[in-house]
């Protein structure tokens, strides 16, 4: 293996489970309404079903956009659980690369890792489902996976 090339580092363990834990408060979202409402109403009922699992959670966060070292701005991610994880909601025909690229914007920003981009307009969650990972030790700084197959 090249000098360079450095190995891909995954968050932690509790940051994985803490994602496990929105996955499944996801899932339970989608079984009970569904696909064919909007971002809001998803974001709404996602948030009461973290509050009914009491799993910690703030609401269109915002994080300090910089450049350069100066602060230029301020952007609204729309889920921050605790602590750790970026939760991005969409509902669209199907997830695309700028919906990743948003996400990975969000990790840099934050020096965070580990991101969920969820589609809830989908007739299966799962297959809604990406998994982000930004790690800007490497030559390769993100990756993402589908969770549904």
């Known amino acids: 293996m ?3 090339m450095k190995t891909f580092v995954e968050p932690d363990q509790k940051t994985d489970d803490l994602a496990h834990a929105v996955i499944g408060a996801a899932i ?3 079984r009970h309404l569904g696909p064919g409402f909007l971002e809001s109403v998803y974001e709404e009922a996602l948030c009461v079903e973290l509050a009914v699992r009491e799993i910690s959670f703030e609401r269109q966060k915002e994080i300090n956009v910089t450049y350069k070292g100066h602060q230029i701005g301020r952007q609204r991610v729309d889920l921050l659980v605790g602590q750790s994880l970026i939760v991005e909601l969409k509902t669209v025909e199907e997830l695309a690369e700028i919906h990743k690229a948003q996400v990975i914007s969000y ?3 934050t020096g965070l890792m ?3 981009l969820i589609n809830f307009n ?3 969650l799962k297959n809604g489902m990406q998994r982000v ?3 800007n030790n490497n030559s390769a700084p993100w990756r993402s996976s589908r ?3």
Do not use: I, N
């Open 2 to 4: 090249d000098a360079k």
């Open 122 to 124: 989908v007739p299966v």
């Open 28 to 30: 339970e979202v989608h």
């Open 107 to 109: 990790l840099k920003a």
């Open 114 to 116: 580990l991101g969920l």
């Open 133 to 135: 990972v930004y790690s």
């Open 147 to 149: 969770l549904g197959g």
